[in-house]
């Protein structure tokens, strides 16, 4: 046998609900950092297009002006001479004048210019060697030829945005780093309140119900939890309901098998150890009569254990069964001419009502010995708890696709919420049905077993005679040509 590390057995366990929360909370702060991440991959990458797109528009509109600067003046000494006429190209608004306090070799980008091209922009000959603006030569440069009567006199240059560094650009890229900072902590926060809200409020009903079923587990079948939704946590709640409903069903009619098999058990042995003892004294003789006494409750002792036995057997499944075809009517029949003498001596008129057109080729699946005993308990049944003068009726019929075999007896009856319960071991309705017409109250538990293991069905209904009807259902076995014979 293998044992786990002390200190591993101390480790304790994440409860459910923090569990729920950690999951919750970090699957919204993962999804706001994947946010974030984008948000800057895309600002970076599609935003820098961007503005080199807008510089490249207005490379576009200083062009037309440079070369008309050019034609004016002749040369690009007017620009080396005066680096201030440089910043009026490029100012979209001709005739603005550039701020007094400007530096005239960097240049202040204009109000309207939130790009940074005024920056970006520069001026070379046609010699490749500088003028004005931006003054190095970098990789990926733009350039726009300037024309003046045909030839080339220089050209317009633009540096490629390569990071947010500059002017207004920098500023965008500062208050989209704070904008998603700011969505991050509010997904966090809301990540949070939902996570917290889901491990209480939607986990407070499931720790309710393991709480019960630790208690029940303990024994308290009379806990119960409280249904407060109709989802699939209160569906736990009443399917818990059901089964501690059913545990506490269970465990009383446990406690009712033991205290009434003890009962029926003491009571032939209490018998049998008086009459033994009276001849042991001598205070009764030994005579015929008194060892018929002892054997009858030898015999009601053996039958209470076979009895026992058989219920046991047929609960596991254990019981032995032949299946075969059996026809239904001819077996109905034989029974009751078997039974009729013996109910006739007690009063009772036994008949089986007539069969209707085809009847005899009717069959069933099933052990014909096992149907036997089912029908010999349910004529024993009708025999001992039936007043005399009385009678019993036996009928069969067909209902779709199955067999019914109904037995109906005269008074007493059976008040109508009890007749659910006439198939339960070791049940027997007081007054009426008494203990002292015999029975220990299990041949109608081991009858639905043998109807169960021939896939039909048995309850009891209230009989128009005025006592009980016990209707056995069995499905019905369909022969493709001829009836086979009866087992």
Known sequence: MRFL??????????????????????????????????????????????????????????????????????SWDFL??????????????AGEELPADANPLQGVPPTSDLTGASLRLGVVDSQNQWVAGFRYQVPGMQRLPVRVDGRTVGWLVLAPFQSVTEGGAVRFGR????????????????AALIAWWVSRRLLA??????????????????TRVEVDSTDEVGQLARDFNALANTLARHEALRRDFLADVSHELRTPLAVLAGEVDALVDGIRPVTPQALA????????????????NELALSDAGALSYRMAPVALADFLERRVAEHRWHFEQHGLDLRLLPLPAGAQGWQVQ????????????????????TDAPGRVE??????????WVEIHDSPPGVPQE??????????????????????????????????????GHIEALASPLGGVCVRLSLPRLHHPTHPAPAA
């Open 5 to 74: 590390p002390s200190w591993r057995r101390r480790v304790p366990r994440t409860s459910l609900s923090v569990r729920i929360f950690l999951a919750v909370f970090g699957t919204g702060i993962l999804v706001a950092a994947l946010v974030g991440m984008a948000t800057h991959w895309n600002f970076s990458r599609e935003f820098l297009g961007y503005l080199n797109d807008v510089a490249a528009e207005r490379m576009a509109y200083v062009g037309p002006r440079l070369e008309r600067a050019y034609a004016d003046h002749g």
């Open 80 to 93: 080396r001479e005066e680096p201030r006429r440089w910043f009026h190209l490029l100012r979209p608004v």
């Open 175 to 190: 208050r989209q780093a704070q904008a998603s900072l700011l969505i991050a902590g509010v997904a966090g926060l809301l």
């Open 205 to 222: 009903p499931v720790r309710r119900v393991a709480a019960a079923t630790h208690r029940l587990a303990a024994g308290a079948y009379d």
């Open 293 to 308: 006494s002892l054997r009858a409750e030898v015999e009601r002792l053996g039958e209470l254990v076979n009895d026992l």
């Open 366 to 385: 099933g052990d014909e010995g096992r149907l036997q005993q089912l029908l010999d308990n349910l004529l024993a049944n009708s025999y001992r708890y």
């Open 394 to 403: 036996m009928s069969l019929e067909a209902r779709a696709e199955a067999l």
């Open 418 to 455: 009890e007749l659910s319960r006439l198939f339960e071991r070791l049940y027997r309705v007081e007054g009426s049905r008494s203990r002292g017409t015999g029975g220990a109250g299990l041949g109608l538990s081991i009858c639905r077993n043998i109807a169960q293991a021939h896939g």
